[in-house]
Nanobody
Framework: VQLQASGGGLVQTGGSLRLSCAAS????????MGWYRQAPGKRRELVATITSGGSTNYADSVKGRFTISRDNAKSTMYLQMNSLKPEDTAVYYC?????????WGQGTQVTVSS
């Protein structure tokens, strides 16, 4: 399985970005996909996850501002990020989990200027 994340960039406070994560290879139909982020000097943290059935989970810090979604036919996951804050600045990684197996994408930088 390979994951390709894209859509990061530089945006001002209050702006929006949409991240995409395309999965290729032998993607099992039943899986969980997620977005994580890592700011400089900090540990990688969960942003949001979504199951193949559409159930979602969000970190408290992004609830009401970020929306995770997926298109199973395209094996692609999205993260719509609105009302961005400087503290959202980080490298965003996507992952895919099937049982105990986890794959990670290469990360995409999101920078929010104040």
């Amino acid at each position: 399985v390979q994951l390709q994340a894209s859509g990061g960039g530089l945006v001002q406070t209050g702006g929006s970005l949409r991240l995409s994560c395309a999965a290729s290879g032998s993607v099992f139909r039943i899986n969980v996909m997620g977005w994580y982020r890592q700011a400089p000097g900090k540990r990688r943290e969960l942003v949001a996850t979504i199951t193949s059935g559409g159930s979602t989970n969000y970190a408290d810090s992004v609830k009401g501002r970020f929306t995770i979604s997926r298109d199973n036919a395209k094996s692609t996951m999205y993260l719509q990020m609105n009302s961005l804050k400087p503290e959202d600045t980080a490298v965003y990684y996507c992952n895919l989990q099937v049982g105990s197996r986890i794959w990670w994408g290469q990360g995409t930088q999101v920078t929010v200027s104040s």
